[in-house]
């Protein structure tokens, strides 16, 4: 948990490894340190997949008392995310949103703005103007 960040935190969800860490060096290179960032990449095995307790892991490392938006690849990503947000109980799972944008595109504009401390919907809504 990083619960000294005034700043949203971001967590990038890929079914590759590379992938997630790859976004979430992209993010980094674009921002600085002054955002909460982790990603889960892969099944619990090391293949392609996510899991569960990664997510729950990268949230907890991205943690902010701001929130934290969430970036998932595929529908299992997201689908594991749900799940990791509900093991997160109240009420910190209230405080975490999966954002329908693309991965790398939204993650970057999301990471943008909460690096200027905007609040968790604006960061959420500014990622969601990516979609098609």
Do not use: Y
Request: proline residues 5%; aromatic residues 2%.
């Amino acid at each position: 948990m990083n619960p000294k960040s005034a700043n949203v935190g971001i967590v990038i969800v890929s079914h590759s490894p590379l992938v997630a860490e790859g976004a979430a060096d992209m993010v980094r290179q674009m921002v600085g340190d002054c955002v909460p960032l982790a990603w889960s990449g892969g099944n619990a095995e090391g293949g392609l997949g996510t899991h569960a307790a990664g997510i729950l892991a990268a949230i907890e490392r991205a943690w902010s008392d701001a929130g934290v938006a969430v970036f998932v690849d595929l529908g299992g990503a997201e689908t594991n995310s749900e799940m990791a947000i509900e093991m997160l109980g109240e009420p910190r799972s209230g405080r975490v949103i999966i954002c329908n944008a693309p991965l790398v595109e939204g993650a970057v504009m999301a990471a943008a703005e909460a690096s200027g401390g905007a609040v968790l919907a604006r960061v959420v809504a500014t990622a969601q103007e990516l979609s098609p």
